[in-house]
């Protein structure tokens, strides 16, 4: 190999490793606005759920600095195999994960509604549960984030075994809110902001899985979706 192709592949090489190394940092970056949203919760913490929000500009430019780096790349290196599918697949993580912080910013809005000066105290049972969805997700995106810096891929097919037990614990979840709120008309308001809150939940859970299905695809060029 030539100095000049040895310096092109090196060149490549390192961009690769450098959308790689962004997707890292947007997976940590949801994950702890995932992990302050569940503080907030837990601590009745308005102003925290506040600051959750306000993170959600730097999960956008990840995105947008993901999207910008894998459209360079492919368009000045024309990669194939293994190089194209891993860019590619970095390419929709990172839309999977921009819509994670989304819901994630919805779920700390209401956190910051439930605690606000115009609403009463929750009921302390109920947030717990929801408490336990959140964490759930929580350890979803720390299995991914184990995918992308171990660069092992057991963790994502591990998430995708799980994954109809998780649905079945959230939709169980939604249907004692349900049961909780007809049981005493001045709780429907309440339950439905809980419920909302279990389905935001159920929504990051949802794109974890496509996380997953997108990794197994990197890794073991797999394509699971839709069960193909």
Do not use: W
């Not at 999960?59 to 993901?66: A, G, L, P, R, W």
């Not at 993580?93 to 439930?114: H, R, S, T």
């Not at 184990?146 to 998430?159: C, F, G, H, R, T």
């Not at 614990?169 to 249907?175: A, K, N, P």
Request: hydrophobic share 40%; net charge negative.
């Amino acid at each position: 190999m030539s100095n000049t192709t040895e310096h092109l592949v090196r060149g490549f090489d390192n961009e690769v490793k450098h959308v790689h190394k962004l997707s890292i940092e947007m997976t940590q970056l949801v994950t702890r606005q995932m992990a302050q949203a569940l503080q907030a919760l837990d601590e009745g913490n308005e102003a925290l759920a506040e600051q959750v929000i306000s993170l959600d500009e730097n999960v956008d430019q990840y995105e947008v600095s993901i999207d910008s780096e894998v459209l360079n790349i492919l368009a000045r290196r024309n990669p194939v195999a293994s190089d194209l599918r891993t860019l590619l697949s970095i390419s929709k993580i990172a839309v999977e994960l921009e819509k994670i912080g989304n819901d994630i910013v919805d779920f700390a809005g209401l956190v910051a509604y439930l605690f606000g000066p115009d609403t009463s105290n929750p009921n302390h049972a109920l947030l717990l549960e929801i408490s336990k969805f959140g964490n759930l997700v929580k350890s979803m995106l720390d299995r991914l984030i184990l995918v992308l810096e171990k660069n092992d891929i057991q963790p994502a097919y591990s998430l995708l075994e799980s994954e109809r037990d998780c649905q079945n614990e959230f939709r169980d979840g939604i249907r004692q809110q349900f049961d909780f709120a007809i049981q005493d008309a001045r709780r429907i308001s309440r339950a439905l902001t809980l419920m909302h809150m279990m389905k935001v939940l159920e929504g990051c859970g949802e794109h974890c899985c496509h996380i997953a299905e997108y990794m197994i695809f990197m890794k073991d060029s797999i394509d699971i979706r839709h069960g193909v």
